[in-house]
C-alpha cells in the first residue's frame, strides 16, 4: 500500500442488496485506502457498486440493502463498530458527501441560506445569526458572488453549476478531513464541469482534506486523482497512483478502459471498445468477473477467482496473468504504449 | 480563470437580481388564485365558511331554544314563525339545525382530525423504516379496512356505548387507514429524493429529517384527504345517530333528526326534510371543495 498516512482504510467491504431474487452483492469484498490529503479516484462502469462502496463508508445504505461485512477505518477507527448516533456525529462534521445532481440534492423549499445553516445547527448547535454569518463566509469560499443576496434565494433561483457550489459549501460547513464526491460533475455541462473539479482541489489545499472521487469519467480521474482504484462488478481490480495507472495500466479491464477513451496525445486509428456488457448480479461468472470479456481469459480465469495482490510500487492488481500460477502465453503484453505524437 | 468566472457570474446574478425583483406571489394568494378557478369548489369553500361561522353564531341570534317543546303548535307548516315548521314535540326545526350545525362539523372536523393524528405518524414511520416494521403496520391497516366502514363504526359505537363522543372516535378509527395509506405512499416517494439523502449525509437525524424534509412533502395529499374524508365522517355520523347508536335525544343532531321524521314521512314530509338537506348540502360542499383542493395543491395542473 502506498506509504503515506492512511485516513481511511476500507478492507473487504461487502455490501448485499437483499431483493425478492435473491442477495445482490453489488459490494464484494473490495479493498483501498485514501492516503491523507490526497485524492482517490474510484472509476467504473454504471453498477460496478463504485456508489454503492460511497454509501458504505458512510452507512447510509438503507433496507433492503446491508453491510454484511469488512472494516471501514477512519482515522484508525473502525467505523461499523459505532452506533449510529456516533455515526451522525461523524457524517457531515468529520466526513461530508457530495451528490451527483445539483437539481434534486436541494431541498426546493428551503432557502440556501437555511440549508447550510442546518449542518451548524446540527453539528455545532449554532443559532439563525451565528449560522448566517458563517454560511456567508462558506459561499465566499466557494466562489459565489453577494453571498448574502444568495442566502435568502431557493435553489431554483440558481442555475446548476452555483447550485453545485451551494452543494459543496453545505458539506463543507463543518470543515471534514474526509470528502467523498459521487460523481459531482456528470450532470453540469463541460465549462462549469472544470469549474467545479478547479475548485474542490483549490478547497482540498486550503482545508487540507482528502477526497474521495468516484466518476465513470477517466478525463476527471487524470486531472484531479493522485491514486485511483478501478472497480469492476463490485471489485477493486487494480489499484494505483494516477501517473502509473495511465501510463502502464496492467489490468486488462483498466486497459480496456482506456483504450476505449479518446485522446488528443496520441495517434489513434480509432476506438477499441470492451466487448460484451457487464454481467447481470444473478449471473455472475465463477472465476474472474471479467474473464467472459477478457481477450486474454484461459480457463483458470474462468474458473478461479483471483485475489488482489501486491505487484511492487504500492500497485495492486486482480488478475491472474501476474502471478506464477498463470498457465496462459507467459510473454502476454497486456498494454501496448501507442506512440504519442509529440515523440 | 477562477476570476473570470466569478465577474461572468456576477453580470449573471445581476440579472437573476432583476428577475427577483418581480415580485413573487405569496403561496396563500398563489394558492387560492388556483382555487378561484374551479368555480364550484370556490363554492363549496364559501359554503364551508358559511355554515361554519352560522354554528358559532347563529346560536346567539335564535329566540328559541332547540329544546323547546310547545305541544300546541306541533306538527306546524314551515311558515313566517317556524321557518321549517315543528316536529312532532312543537320543536322548530330551523333552530334545531342551526344549533345541530356545531355538532355535524365537530363531528366531521373531530374524527377527521384524531384519524389525521394517528394515521399520518403510522404511515410515516411505515415508510420511512420499511422491511419489518412497514410490514407489521400495514398488516393490522389491513385488518381495519376489512371491516366495512359502517360496520366497524357500530362495533365500536356498541362496545364505547352511544354517545356523539363515541361516534367521534369511532370514525376516527376507520379513518386511520386512509391516512396511512396515503401517507406511506408519498413517504416512499419522499424517502427516495435526492437531496433526503443528502441532508442524511450531513449527520441528520430520522426525527429532524421526518419533520422538515418529509412531513412537507405528505402534507398536501393529507390536507385533501381530510377534506374529502369530512364528508364521509358526516355521513357516518349521521347514519350512527339515525340507527340510534349515536346522538342521543334531544340532542339536536341531524341524522337524529331524521329519525325522528321517519315515523311522519307521509304525512310531515318536512320533519325529515331539513336535516336531510342540511346533511346534503355540507357533504356536498366538502367533497367539492376537496376536489378542487386536490386540483389546486398539484404542482403537476398548475397553470
Known amino acids: 500500500m502506498s506509504t503515506n498516512e492512511s485516513i481511511l482504510e476500507v478492507t473487504d467491504l461487502r455490501t448485499s442488496f437483499f431483493t425478492e431474487g435473491g442477495e445482490v452483492k453489488a459490494v464484494d469484498g473490495v479493498t483501498f485506502d485514501v492516503p491523507a490529503g490526497k485524492t482517490l479516484g474510484i472509476v467504473g462502469e454504471s453498477g460496478s457498486g463504485k456508489s454503492i462502496t460511497a454509501m458504505s463508508i458512510l452507512q447510509l445504505i438503507s433496507h433492503p440493502g446491508k453491510i454484511k461485512g469488512g472494516e471501514i477505518k477512519f482515522r484508525g477507527k473502525n467505523l461499523l463498530d459505532l452506533s449510529e448516533k456516533e455515526m451522525r456525529k461523524i457524517r457531515g462534521n468529520q466526513i461530508s458527501m457530495i451528490f451527483q445532481e445539483p437539481m434534486t440534492s436541494l431541498n426546493p423549499t428551503y432557502t440556501v441560506g437555511q440549508q447550510i445553516r442546518e449542518s451548524y445547527k446540527i453539528h455545532q448547535g449554532l443559532g439563525k445569526k451565528?449560522?448566517?454569518?458563517?454560511?456567508?463566509?462558506?459561499?465566499?469560499?466557494?466562489?459565489?458572488?453577494?453571498?448574502?443576496?444568495?442566502?435568502?434565494?431557493?435553489?431554483?433561483?440558481?442555475?446548476?453549476?452555483?447550485?453545485q457550489r451551494?452543494?459543496?459549501?453545505?458539506?463543507?460547513?463543518?470543515?471534514?478531513?474526509l470528502l467523498i464526491a459521487d460523481e459531482p460533475t456528470t450532470a453540469l455541462d463541460v465549462t462549469i464541469q472544470a469549474q467545479i473539479l478547479e475548485l474542490i482541489k483549490e478547497l482540498q489545499d486550503e482545508l487540507g482534506?482528502?477526497?474521495?472521487?468516484?466518476?465513470?469519467?477517466?478525463?476527471?480521474?487524470?486531472?484531479?486523482?493522485?491514486?485511483?482504484?478501478?472497480?469492476?462488478?463490485?471489485?477493486?481490480?487494480?489499484?494505483?497512483?494516477?501517473?502509473?495507472?495511465?501510463?502502464?495500466?496492467?489490468?486488462?479491464?483498466?486497459?480496456?478502459?482506456?483504450?476505449?477513451?479518446?485522446?488528443?496525445?496520441?495517434?489513434?486509428e480509432e476506438l477499441t471498445p470492451i466487448k460484451g456488457t457487464v454481467p447481470s448480479p444473478d449471473e455472475m461468472p465463477v472465476g474472474c468477473r471479467f474473464a467472459p470479456r477478457c481477450p486474454f481469459a484461459t480457463n483458470l480465469c474462468h474458473e478461479k477467482l483471483p485475489s488482489l495482490d501486491d505487484v511492487g510500487d504500492?500497485?495492486?492488481?486482480?488478475?491472474?496473468?501476474?502471478?506464477?500460477?498463470?498457465?496462459?502465453?507467459?510473454?502476454v503484453k497486456v498494454y501496448e504504449p501507442e506512440r504519442t505524437t509529440e515523440g | 480563470m477562477a476570476n473570470q468566472n466569478i465577474e461572468q457570474n456576477t453580470d449573471h446574478s445581476e440579472v437573476e437580481l432583476q428577475a427577483m425583483n418581480v415580485k413573487k406571489p405569496s403561496p396563500w394568494k398563489d394558492f387560492y388564485k388556483r382555487l378561484k378557478r374551479n368555480k364550484a369548489a370556490l363554492i363549496g369553500f364559501y359554503t364551508i365558511v358559511f355554515l361554519s361561522i352560522v354554528s358559532i353564531v347563529g346560536p346567539f341570534l335564535l329566540s328559541m331554544d332547540p329544546s323547546d317543546v310547545d305541544v300546541i303548535n306541533k306538527f306546524s307548516r314551515p311558515s313566517a314563525e317556524h321557518w321549517f315548521g315543528t316536529d312532532h314535540m312543537g320543536r322548530d326545526i330551523f333552530t334545531r339545525i342551526v344549533y345541530g350545525m356545531k355538532y355535524t362539523l365537530g363531528v366531521g372536523f373531530g374524527s377527521v382530525f384524531l384519524g389525521a393524528i394517528m394515521g399520518v405518524p403510522l404511515g410515516i414511520v411505515a415508510?420511512?423504516?420499511?422491511?419489518?416494521?412497514?410490514?407489521?403496520?400495514?398488516r393490522l391497516i389491513d385488518i381495519l379496512l376489512a371491516f366495512p366502514g359502517i360496520l366497524l363504526a357500530l362495533a365500536i359505537v356498541s362496545i364505547l356505548g352511544g354517545s356523539l363522543v363515541n361516534v367521534t372516535i369511532a370514525v376516527a378509527i376507520y379513518a386511520i387507514p386512509g391516512f396511512a395509506r396515503i401517507v406511506r405512499g408519498s413517504t416512499l416517494a419522499a424517502k427516495k429524493l435526492e437531496y433526503v439523502d443528502a441532508i442524511r449525509a450531513l449527520g441528520s437525524s430520522d426525527l429532524r429529517i421526518i419533520f422538515k424534509h418529509i412531513l412537507p412533502n405528505v402534507s398536501s395529499p393529507v390536507i385533501v384527504n381530510a377534506t374529502l374524508y369530512i364528508a364521509s365522517a358526516i355521513l357516518t355520523a349521521a347514519g350512527l345517530s339515525f340507527l340510534g347508536m349515536g346522538a342521543q335525544p334531544p340532542m339536536p343532531e341531524w341524522g337524529a333528526m331524521l329519525n325522528d321524521g321517519r315515523d311522519y314521512i307521509f304525512d310531515a314530509g318536512y320533519i325529515a326534510f331539513f336535516p336531510g338537506m342540511a346533511i346534503v348540502i355540507v357533504v356536498l360542499a366538502f367533497n367539492i371543495f376537496g376536489d378542487g383542493l386536490r386540483d389546486a395543491l398539484d404542482p403537476k395542473l398548475k397553470n
Open chain 1, 209 to 268: 482534506m482528502s477526497v474521495v472521487m468516484i466518476t465513470h469519467d477517466l478525463g476527471v480521474v487524470a486531472e484531479t486523482c493522485d491514486y485511483v482504484a478501478v472497480m469492476y462488478c463490485g471489485k477493486v481490480v487494480e489499484y494505483a497512483d494516477v501517473r502509473t495507472l495511465f501510463k502502464n495500466p496492467r489490468h486488462p479491464y483498466t486497459v480496456g478502459l482506456l483504450k476505449s477513451l479518446p485522446r488528443s496525445d496520441r495517434d489513434q
Open chain 1, 314 to 331: 504500492g500497485e495492486q492488481i486482480r488478475c491472474w496473468i501476474y502471478t506464477d500460477e498463470w498457465n496462459g502465453d507467459p510473454g
Open chain 2, 127 to 138: 415508510g420511512y423504516y420499511g422491511g419489518r416494521i412497514d410490514n407489521f403496520i400495514m
Open chain 1, 166 to 177: 451551494v452543494m459543496i459549501a453545505m458539506a463543507l460547513a463543518c470543515k471534514p478531513d
Open chain 1, 130 to 163: 451565528e449560522g448566517s454569518k458563517r454560511a456567508i463566509e462558506m459561499l465566499k469560499l466557494v466562489g459565489i458572488p453577494s453571498p448574502e443576496k444568495r442566502l435568502d434565494q431557493y435553489p431554483f433561483e440558481l442555475s446548476g453549476g452555483m447550485r
